[in-house]
């Protein structure tokens, strides 16, 4: 059976059902949405589950496959190249799922039982400034632009400020720049930059003059007022309202059932079952683990602490009475 296994994303144990020797347990690495056992399978597409056996002979005549039928609702596995099993997650795996990848010469198979924890539960919440689509932002486009083409050393950076003038931010360029809010064509920084003229061009030659993509954020930044503003598409924040047992607090801690299950209930803690979760955080250990408290065995045990954004969260459902919802 396999002697290296590598994580991708979602959390995986094999156990071995034909033979005796044990598997390696693999270090938790939360990246994608893939796993892969090596020996990769070559010419399969990008982090596939690969059907590896060292228990049987391969040739040409053997069959790969999984077991039948296939965990509902949470993802699918698709046969790939023959001999490689890509596991496809559904958009809100939170079971865990259990199948296996049975490899067969003959009559003679061998089987690897597969189980794959649903990822690590992010939050979407959104805090911070939308960007609208008709708004130019300093911060986000003009910036960018002065720090690649003009304030860079031997030119209109802090340091080197080539004829006194700097470029480095929005105060030196609303400064330096000569900018007229509302005013494109009274702008200095406007003029030189759509100058035609060689030796007043900016940047000078040999430098490539802006696009004309540039020149028209520039102009239309200094339209809107050349404001120093911002925005940020991405999420970051941190929503502790109305957490779910069922879809955020159960597949955030899946994984912690390999220590802290019926018969090995690590320091105390049985997440196996909803009443084993409200055991735990009820006692006050389940929150003194993940949040390393004094007194309490961390948790997980010999890997990286959860992130503080899943940590609230899941205090603010023991807080709230650690309801099976």
């Known amino acids: 059976m396999p002697k290296n296994i590598f994580l991708i994303s979602i959390l995986v144990v094999f156990l071995l059902s034909s033979c005796s020797h044990q598997p390696i347990i693999p270090e938790v690495k939360l990246t994608t949405s893939t796993v892969t056992v090596t020996p990769t399978c070559q010419g399969c597409s990008t982090d596939p589950i690969c059907a590896v056996a060292d228990d049987i002979i391969i040739n040409e005549t053997t069959i790969y496959s999984t077991c039948i039928p296939q965990p509902a609702g949470q993802g699918t ?16 795996q939170t079971e865990i799922v259990t199948t296996c990848i049975i490899v067969c010469t003959g009559k003679i198979c061998d089987t690897t039982l597969v189980t794959i924890f649903p990822p690590l539960p992010s939050d979407t919440t959104f805090t911070g400034i939308k960007c609208n689509a008709d708004t130019v932002y300093f911060a986000k486009e003009i910036l960018p632009i002065s720090t690649a ?11 080197t400020a080539a004829d006194g003038i700097k470029l480095d931010n929005y105060a030196n360029i609303i400064k330096y720049g000569k900018i007229k809010p509302f005013n494109v064509s009274k702008s200095e920084l406007y003029e030189v930059i759509t100058d035609t003229d060689q030796k007043d061009v900016m940047p000078p030659p040999p430098a490539a003059k802006l696009s004309v993509a540039q020149i028209a954020l520039i102009s239309k930044w200094i339209g809107q007022g050349a404001k120093n503003n911002t925005c940020n598409d991405q999420p970051g924040g941190c929503s502790t309202d109305n957490v779910s047992f069922s879809t955020y607090v159960k597949p955030a801690l899946a994984s912690c059932t390999t220590c802290h299950k019926t018969g090995n209930a690590s320091g105390g803690i049985n997440l196996d079952s909803y009443a084993g979760f409200k055991s735990a955080a009820i006692s006050g250990k389940l929150y003194g683990a993940l949040s390393w408290s004094n007194g309490f065995m961390a948790m997980p045990q010999g890997g990286s602490k959860l992130p503080d954004c899943n940590i609230n969260k899941i205090k603010s459902w023991i807080d709230a009475g650690a309801a099976n919802n």
């Not at 698709?78 to 958009?91: D, L, M, Q």
């Open 149 to 159: 083409n003009c304030a860079y050393s031997g030119c209109h950076n802090t340091v």
């Open 77 to 92: 596995f698709i046969s790939h190249a023959g001999n490689c099993y890509i596991w496809t997650p559904s958009s809100s």
